[in-house]
Protein backbone atom coordinates (compact mmCIF):
# COMPACT_ATOMS: atom_id res chain seq x y z
CA UNK A 1 0.00 0.00 0.00
CA UNK A 2 1.07 3.50 -0.61
CA UNK A 3 2.04 5.53 2.17
CA UNK A 4 3.36 9.21 2.52
CA UNK A 5 7.21 7.76 2.88
CA UNK A 6 6.82 6.62 -0.60
CA UNK A 7 6.57 10.60 -2.38
CA UNK A 8 9.30 11.96 -0.02
CA UNK A 9 12.15 10.74 -2.22
CA UNK A 10 11.55 12.41 -5.29
CA UNK A 11 14.72 13.40 -7.15
CA UNK A 12 14.76 12.52 -11.27
CA UNK A 13 12.46 15.19 -13.19
CA UNK A 14 10.59 11.67 -14.57
CA UNK A 15 10.07 10.67 -10.40
CA UNK A 16 8.43 14.51 -9.79
CA UNK A 17 5.86 14.57 -12.40
CA UNK A 18 4.94 11.06 -11.17
CA UNK A 19 4.37 12.62 -7.75
CA UNK A 20 2.35 15.54 -9.72
CA UNK A 21 0.39 12.99 -11.70
CA UNK A 22 -0.83 10.84 -8.61
CA UNK A 23 -2.24 14.18 -6.83
CA UNK A 24 -3.81 15.20 -9.74
CA UNK A 25 -5.28 11.92 -10.23
CA UNK A 26 -5.98 11.60 -6.72
CA UNK A 27 -8.23 14.87 -6.98
CA UNK A 28 -9.56 14.31 -10.44
CA UNK A 29 -11.05 10.92 -8.65
CA UNK A 30 -12.42 12.40 -5.81
CA UNK A 31 -14.41 15.44 -7.63
CA UNK A 32 -15.95 12.97 -10.02
CA UNK A 33 -16.75 10.76 -7.13
CA UNK A 34 -19.12 13.71 -6.03
CA UNK A 35 -16.68 16.18 -4.29
CA UNK A 36 -17.59 19.83 -3.64
CA UNK A 37 -14.70 21.67 -5.12
CA UNK A 38 -15.11 23.82 -2.17
CA UNK A 39 -14.00 20.52 -0.29
CA UNK A 40 -10.37 19.88 -2.22
CA UNK A 41 -8.19 21.36 0.44
CA UNK A 42 -4.63 20.68 0.08
CA UNK A 43 -4.94 18.84 3.18
CA UNK A 44 -7.48 16.64 2.49
CA UNK A 45 -5.79 15.94 -0.91
CA UNK A 46 -2.41 15.08 0.91
CA UNK A 47 -4.35 12.69 2.69
CA UNK A 48 -5.87 10.82 -0.09
CA UNK A 49 -3.09 10.82 -1.57
CA UNK A 50 -1.27 9.24 0.88
CA UNK A 51 1.65 12.27 0.70
CA UNK A 52 3.02 14.87 3.77
CA UNK A 53 1.07 18.28 2.86
CA UNK A 54 4.58 19.69 2.79
CA UNK A 55 5.49 17.38 -0.54
CA UNK A 56 1.99 18.31 -1.75
CA UNK A 57 3.18 22.25 -1.99
CA UNK A 58 5.91 20.96 -3.77
CA UNK A 59 3.68 20.35 -6.96
CA UNK A 60 0.67 23.24 -6.33
CA UNK A 61 1.39 26.22 -4.44
CA UNK A 62 -2.53 26.06 -3.44
CA UNK A 63 -5.50 24.58 -4.06
CA UNK A 64 -6.03 26.81 -7.01
CA UNK A 65 -2.91 26.06 -8.39
CA UNK A 66 -3.64 22.32 -8.52
CA UNK A 67 -7.34 22.82 -10.19
CA UNK A 68 -5.96 25.09 -12.64
CA UNK A 69 -3.34 22.47 -13.49
CA UNK A 70 -6.54 19.79 -13.90
CA UNK A 71 -8.42 22.13 -15.73
CA UNK A 72 -5.42 22.17 -18.79
CA UNK A 73 -5.79 18.44 -18.78
CA UNK A 74 -9.55 18.11 -19.21
CA UNK A 75 -9.30 21.10 -21.57
CA UNK A 76 -6.81 19.23 -23.66
CA UNK A 77 -8.36 16.05 -23.69
CA UNK A 78 -11.75 17.73 -24.44
CA UNK A 79 -9.36 19.07 -27.66
CA UNK A 80 -8.48 15.74 -29.09
CA UNK A 81 -11.90 14.69 -28.94
CA UNK A 82 -13.50 17.52 -30.40
CA UNK A 83 -11.09 17.39 -32.85
CA UNK A 84 -11.51 13.59 -33.63
CA UNK A 85 -15.36 14.17 -34.22
CA UNK A 86 -14.68 17.03 -36.52
CA UNK A 87 -12.30 14.96 -38.37
CA UNK A 88 -15.26 12.00 -38.52
CA UNK A 89 -17.80 14.85 -39.79
CA UNK A 90 -18.60 15.39 -43.36
CA UNK A 91 -20.31 18.14 -44.42
CA UNK A 92 -18.75 19.55 -41.28
CA UNK A 93 -21.75 22.39 -41.24
CA UNK A 94 -22.42 25.09 -38.53
CA UNK A 95 -25.12 22.87 -36.73
CA UNK A 96 -22.43 20.11 -36.82
CA UNK A 97 -19.78 22.20 -34.85
CA UNK A 98 -22.12 23.50 -32.48
CA UNK A 99 -23.56 20.44 -31.68
CA UNK A 100 -20.20 18.51 -31.21
CA UNK A 101 -18.81 21.09 -29.50
CA UNK A 102 -21.56 20.98 -26.74
CA UNK A 103 -21.94 17.56 -26.41
CA UNK A 104 -18.13 17.61 -26.07
CA UNK A 105 -18.71 19.49 -22.75
CA UNK A 106 -21.32 17.98 -21.94
CA UNK A 107 -19.07 14.94 -21.72
CA UNK A 108 -16.84 16.49 -19.68
CA UNK A 109 -18.45 17.79 -16.57
CA UNK A 110 -15.56 18.05 -14.23
CA UNK A 111 -14.30 20.46 -17.28
CA UNK A 112 -17.88 22.63 -17.67
CA UNK A 113 -17.24 22.89 -13.25
CA UNK A 114 -13.50 23.96 -13.17
CA UNK A 115 -14.31 26.79 -15.97
CA UNK A 116 -17.88 27.90 -14.08
CA UNK A 117 -15.59 29.01 -11.20
CA UNK A 118 -12.30 29.94 -12.92
CA UNK A 119 -12.71 33.94 -13.26
CA UNK A 120 -14.27 34.21 -9.72
CA UNK A 121 -11.96 31.80 -7.83
CA UNK A 122 -9.40 29.81 -9.50
CA UNK A 123 -7.96 33.33 -11.39
CA UNK A 124 -7.89 35.18 -7.87
CA UNK A 125 -5.75 33.07 -6.16
CA UNK A 126 -2.94 32.11 -8.41
CA UNK A 127 -0.14 33.91 -9.01
CA UNK A 128 1.07 36.03 -11.72
CA UNK A 129 3.70 33.77 -13.19
CA UNK A 130 1.73 30.64 -13.54
CA UNK A 131 -1.44 32.69 -14.68
CA UNK A 132 0.86 34.10 -17.84
CA UNK A 133 1.96 30.36 -18.14
CA UNK A 134 -1.89 29.36 -18.29
CA UNK A 135 -2.86 32.42 -20.47
CA UNK A 136 -0.27 31.59 -22.68
CA UNK A 137 -1.42 27.60 -22.84
CA UNK A 138 -4.72 28.59 -23.34
CA UNK A 139 -4.16 31.00 -26.52
CA UNK A 140 -1.92 27.55 -27.99
CA UNK A 141 -4.99 25.30 -27.45
CA UNK A 142 -7.18 27.90 -28.89
CA UNK A 143 -5.57 28.49 -31.89
CA UNK A 144 -5.16 24.39 -32.33
CA UNK A 145 -8.73 23.80 -32.18
CA UNK A 146 -9.88 27.14 -34.54
CA UNK A 147 -7.23 25.45 -37.08
CA UNK A 148 -9.45 22.38 -36.94
CA UNK A 149 -12.56 23.80 -37.17
CA UNK A 150 -11.57 26.12 -40.09
CA UNK A 151 -9.91 22.94 -41.65
CA UNK A 152 -12.67 21.23 -41.14
CA UNK A 153 -15.08 24.17 -42.20
CA UNK A 154 -13.11 26.97 -44.17
CA UNK A 155 -16.45 29.11 -44.74
CA UNK A 156 -15.07 31.47 -42.02
CA UNK A 157 -11.72 32.53 -41.32
CA UNK A 158 -9.34 31.32 -38.52
CA UNK A 159 -9.91 35.01 -36.67
CA UNK A 160 -13.36 34.29 -36.47
CA UNK A 161 -12.94 30.77 -34.95
CA UNK A 162 -10.72 32.00 -32.71
CA UNK A 163 -13.57 34.92 -31.92
CA UNK A 164 -16.09 31.91 -31.62
CA UNK A 165 -14.14 29.61 -28.80
CA UNK A 166 -13.93 33.00 -26.79
CA UNK A 167 -17.65 33.23 -26.93
CA UNK A 168 -18.01 29.62 -26.22
CA UNK A 169 -15.63 29.84 -23.02
CA UNK A 170 -17.61 33.00 -21.78
CA UNK A 171 -21.07 30.64 -22.68
CA UNK A 172 -19.61 28.01 -20.79
CA UNK A 173 -19.18 29.74 -17.73
CA UNK A 174 -22.35 31.40 -17.40
CA UNK A 175 -24.32 28.37 -18.51
CA UNK A 176 -22.57 25.53 -16.53
CA UNK A 177 -23.86 27.17 -12.83
CA UNK A 178 -27.07 27.78 -14.13
CA UNK A 179 -27.91 24.55 -15.39
CA UNK A 180 -26.40 22.69 -12.05
CA UNK A 181 -28.64 24.65 -9.43
CA UNK A 182 -27.90 23.81 -5.87
CA UNK A 183 -30.64 21.00 -5.03
CA UNK A 184 -32.87 23.68 -3.29
CA UNK A 185 -33.39 25.73 -6.44
CA UNK A 186 -33.60 22.47 -8.68
CA UNK A 187 -36.78 21.51 -6.84
CA UNK A 188 -38.20 25.06 -6.61
CA UNK A 189 -37.25 25.04 -10.54
CA UNK A 190 -39.08 22.10 -10.76
CA UNK A 191 -42.92 23.59 -10.28
CA UNK A 192 -43.98 24.17 -13.72
CA UNK A 193 -44.70 27.90 -14.27
CA UNK A 194 -40.84 28.51 -13.60
CA UNK A 195 -40.19 25.66 -16.77
CA UNK A 196 -38.61 29.02 -18.69
CA UNK A 197 -36.01 29.75 -16.36
CA UNK A 198 -34.53 25.75 -16.52
CA UNK A 199 -31.22 25.53 -18.36
CA UNK A 200 -30.29 22.27 -20.57
CA UNK A 201 -26.28 22.92 -20.51
CA UNK A 202 -25.93 21.01 -23.97
CA UNK A 203 -29.25 21.74 -25.50
CA UNK A 204 -28.87 25.73 -24.44
CA UNK A 205 -24.97 26.00 -25.48
CA UNK A 206 -25.65 24.28 -28.59
CA UNK A 207 -28.15 26.99 -29.01
CA UNK A 208 -26.03 29.54 -28.42
CA UNK A 209 -23.15 28.48 -30.14
CA UNK A 210 -25.01 27.97 -33.42
CA UNK A 211 -26.07 31.62 -33.29
CA UNK A 212 -22.98 33.01 -32.46
CA UNK A 213 -21.40 30.80 -35.49
CA UNK A 214 -24.66 32.66 -37.56
CA UNK A 215 -23.49 35.71 -36.59
CA UNK A 216 -19.87 35.65 -37.59
CA UNK A 217 -21.16 34.09 -40.82
CA UNK A 218 -22.90 37.15 -41.40
CA UNK A 219 -20.22 39.47 -40.51
CA UNK A 220 -17.91 37.85 -42.51
CA UNK A 221 -20.29 38.08 -45.67
CA UNK A 222 -20.62 41.78 -45.35
Known sequence: ???????QRARRPEQKEER???????????LRAGMELSELGLNELARQAQMTKSNVYRY??????????????????????????????????PERIARDFARACAARPLMCRLFSILP????????????????????GLMAGVAQQMHGAAPTLPFTAY???????????????????????????????????????????????????????????AG
Not at 20 to 30: K, N, S, Y
Request: with cysteine; hydrophobic share 50%; glycine share 4%.
Open 1 to 7: MTTPESF
Open 20 to 30: RQHLLDTARTA
Open 60 to 93: FENREALLLAMLEEEAAQWSAELGACLAAATPVT
Open 120 to 139: SIIERNVSSERLAEFKRNSL
Open 162 to 220: VEFLRLAIALMIGLWPLATPAAALAGVLELPELQPLRYDFEADLGTALLLALRGLETRA
